[in-house]
């Protein structure tokens, strides 16, 4: 547990804080079959570090009205080109979503102090996505693996593929910019909502009618030997097909299934990278202390 990454919550969220009754009458009425399996597979629940927000609260990451913004990447091509993509139909929005991992989660967070891990619960009707590794940059195995766009990895990062390729293109201008408060001396990130990279019109636009060279379509196509290009497509059509979820290992499915995956991970995987998996989830969901969650389903167990 204390390998968990931190994150943080939409500050314009819509977060309902719970007391014990609350959570109680909401697991049962809605996380049966979290409850149903929540002891088999205890050493497999779906954590969440983030802000103190109290012991227990409902969430409905969908109902942000903002998107989810990449803190550690300077562009959010990824993020944007993932919610909206056809193959990624069906699967949780990344731009709407709340991030969260198994308990072997790998990294840390210093940009709050008073924070909490927690347990997130979903609905029983809530969807899950899960990538093949501890970091959803990182789970893209179907791209060229080349090292110039890996940070740290055996694998390349989504976020450089993507930034590099509309660089490629003549597009230079991003959307994120940093900025000083005078008064309080501390450097944040300035957001263009306008911009390409957090405006899918814009982006699908450019990507529709970008020109690939053959030197660009040999760069972020040719997958060792084999061309993963259609010429008959154009260049948001070709991402559609080699960014698939499926065709990269992801899964979608509930929290059971979710609980299922987590069981199967080997945590002495001498590969950082595959000792604990991300995941990902935008319907409703219940945050929850460890504590309070195990005192819960002693009481109900009784």
Known sequence: MKHLKSYKLFENLNIKKLTEEEVTKILQENCKKFLENAWDYEESWIYRVDANKGDAMLINPKMSDSPRISSNSPTNFHNILISNLD???????RNKSLS???GARGHASSWTRDTKTYVLVP???????????????ESFGKIPQKRRWMS???RPSIANYISELIRDLGHTKWGKTRERNIET???????DYDAMDYNWDKLKSFLEGAQMTDALIDKYFKVGRVLVWDSNK???ENLNFILDPVRNKFKLGDVLDTMKIYSEIDGDDENPSRASLESWIEDECILITPELLVSILMKIKS
């Open 87 to 93: 193959s990624w139909r069906g699967w949780p929005r």
């Open 100 to 102: 969260c991992a198994s």
């Open 123 to 137: 609905f029983d009707t809530s969807k899950v996505a899960t990538c093949d590794r501890s970091d959803f940059w």
């Open 152 to 154: 740290g990895s055996s």
């Open 185 to 191: 001396g501390i450097w944040y990130d300035k957001i």
């Open 234 to 236: 154009n260049l948001l």
